[in-house]
């Protein structure tokens, strides 16, 4: 596993406030909304906040795009190695 995804994973933890998950518990390809790590839209909006401020990821949140880039960790860091090489 790439440092980036276990890097996304803490920053997730640590803005969520997910007190009882670690890196370990949350799985690179599985979803992050819904079934899958139980995101929300409130969420979702942290998380984009705190992409743009790590990152410098400005994010469009009605483009269909952005809400593939949510779809998991590994579109994640699909998004910030895309956007760190343009």
Do not use: C, W
């Amino acid at each position: 596993m790439s440092n980036l995804a276990d890097e996304l994973k803490q920053m997730i933890i640590d803005v969520l406030a997910l007190e009882d998950i670690t890196i370990d518990d949350i799985d690179t390809e599985a979803p992050l909304f819904g079934d899958g790590l139980g995101l929300d839209s409130i969420d979702a909006l942290e998380l984009g906040l705190a992409l743009k401020k790590r990152y410098g990821i400005h994010l469009n949140a009605e483009s269909a795009e952005t809400k593939e880039y949510f779809k998991s960790i590994q579109s994640l860091v699909a998004l910030v190695e895309a956007q760190q090489s343009a």
